[in-house]
């Protein structure tokens, strides 16, 4: 007999926070996570996450309706019909973020009654995936980044990320001596990675590219605003270093125009963005098909199952020091750790992820 979805339920376990991280356009007001669970007519669940946004309203007034009553191994038939709903209302946003967290607590749900893990389902056998530090927001001073860094270093990352667009993108120098400060501290066996988060022109992008070229930062994250994907190609075009973007861009479609602008060498989808494990399967065979590399942003727990089957697959996002891991911890009672730098995907079924259901329970919103 067919399983269906009887109820698709929305947790908001999320909290003030106390000391704001900021990067250069975005200040992190709140931690936590929005979380999705659907339950079948047989009782069985599955759970999907995305970021700390309000995304009940659009799961209750136009998603509910479309996702109960269907069965839920038709992962395709209900993205489309998710897709659809939210057409008018919204491609991108809040609306594929709601339709991200279902489509990941679909497959959850796919893999415990297949009894599979969902890198398994994917066709991937590998185990342990590389991972990087995300070590400094701007809230961070030169020095906290430093010791930070260093800590990392003796747990095994071999990769770190820092922050730079102090000032809103318009104080190059403090910038380049953030990235200086970290070279001379880590020493030149290790890789950096460096993120603007969209805070530079074309130009003065290009410039800051020639200078981390010399300090061999081995990639250089969103130089320009999402949106200006014309200028990111020019920055590449310039670049001596590699050139990420893509973690605020959405679906295939936006994944299509960063490939055919030939403005990027590493993708960098989010997996509760993007539109979830059916959207990022398309956005990484077309990642791979273009030659480049796929290097999910955050949520390793999710995005180690998609890099698994990926020769293409370069490595996860971690934040081994954020605010929300505490919240993080107790919604997930099995978190994995990262050891020497890896990621080692559990081996249960669906996303091998024990979620607490009597904690979330207080923070049901519908």
Not at 110 to 128: E, N, S, T, V
Not at 337 to 357: C, N, Q, T
Request: with cysteine.
């Amino acid at each position: 007999m067919t399983q269906k979805i009887a109820a698709v339920e929305v947790y908001m376990p999320v909290f003030r926070a106390e000391n704001p991280a900021f990067d250069s356009s975005f200040v992190l007001k709140s931690v936590g996570h929005a979380v999705v669970r659907i339950v079948t007519d047989d009782g069985l669940d599955g759970y999907g996450m995305t970021f700390a946004e309000p995304i009940g309203e659009y799961v209750k007034e136009i998603l509910a309706e479309v996702v109960v009553g269907q069965d839920p191994l038709t992962h395709e038939d209900i993205w489309n019909s998710m897709y659809r709903a939210t057409r008018s209302s919204g491609r991108k946003g809040l609306a594929l973020m709601a339709i991200s967290a279902i489509d990941i607590a679909l497959w959850d749900l796919k893999g415990k009654i297949l009894g599979q893990p969902i890198y398994r389902l994917l066709g991937g056998g590998r185990r342990k995936i590389p991972a990087y530090a995300s070590v400094g927001f701007l809230s961070m001073s030169s020095d906290e980044v430093a010791e930070k860094s260093l800590l990392y270093i003796k747990e095994g990352y071999r990769v770190l990320k820092i922050k730079v667009g102090y000032d809103g993108g318009k104080n190059l120098t403090a910038d380049i001596r953030r990235v200086e400060r970290l070279r001379r501290e880590v020493g030149g066996e290790i890789e950096i990675i460096v993120d603007a988060n969209g805070a530079y022109d074309v130009s003065t992008a290009i410039r800051l590219a020639k200078s981390l070229a010399e300090l061999g930062v081995c990639l250089f994250e969103e130089p320009v605003p999402a949106d200006d994907i014309q200028g990111l190609r020019r920055v590449r075009d310039a670049a001596c270093i590699p050139i990420a973007a893509g973690e605020n861009e959405y679906t295939k479609y936006g994944c299509r125009d960063l490939l055919l602008a030939e403005a990027v060498d590493v993708l960098q989808f989010d997996i509760t963005r993007a539109g979830g494990f059916t959207e990022m399967i398309k956005i990484s065979a077309m990642t791979q098909a273009w030659n480049l590399r796929l290097a999910p942003h955050f949520w390793p727990q999710l995005s180690a199952h998609l890099l698994s089957p990926a020769p293409h697959g370069l490595y996860l996002e971690a934040f081994p020091a954020a605010a929300s891991g505490a919240v993080t911890a107790k919604v997930i009672k099995n978190q994995p750790p990262i050891r020497d730098g890896h990621y080692e995907l559990p081996d249960a079924p669906g996303l091998g992820l024990s979620f607490d259901h009597e904690y979330l329970k207080q923070f049901r919103v519908f």
